[in-house]
């Protein structure tokens, strides 16, 4: 804390003056934490995305995509839900029965095998969803053992 003092006025004390340069850093600091944090908590269920070099842009939609999510331990997780595979397919096809243009949004992690989810791609496509869209990561790289960083 600074004071700024003022001798030319009698009667006048010492003016307090109040340094906001370290108030400043310290929430500049905390914006950037959270800004790196706060993407990847999304539906409170940790998913490392697979790396692509040129992602697709959002594409507008009237109605929000259906997300499913594949964790490591592949359950599947649609509409906050956890279930198994053929659970998963069941629901879909109900969804797909009363919303026929509704897109779906397919999470996995990084870490489930790859075969899982192209099957799993392929059913949703064989239901009858023609927009499939794969969720990916811009942030992550593979390194040359295949674990990611």
Request: hydrophobic share 40%; aromatic share 6%; net charge negative.
């Amino acid at each position: 804390m600074g004071m700024a003092v003022e001798t030319g006025k009698p009667g006048k004390g010492p003016k307090p003056s109040i340094n906001v340069t370290p108030l400043v850093d310290v929430v500049l600091v905390l914006l950037i934490i959270f800004m790196l944090i706060i993407p990847n908590m999304q539906d409170d269920k940790p998913i490392e995305l697979i790396n692509v070099m040129f992602p697709d842009k959002d594409a507008d939609s009237k109605e929000e995509p259906l997300v499913v999510t594949i964790d490591r331990n592949e359950v599947y997780t649609v509409e906050e839900q956890d279930m198994a595979r053929e659970q998963a397919i069941g629901l879909l096809k109900e969804v797909y029965a009363r919303s026929p243009k509704r897109k779906v949004l397919l999470r996995g992690d990084a870490k489930v095998p790859y075969k899982a989810v192209r099957t799993f791609f392929k059913d949703v496509q064989d239901i009858g969803f023609g927009g499939v869209s794969l969720a990916v990561g811009a942030q992550r790289k593979w390194d040359g053992g295949g674990e990611v960083d």
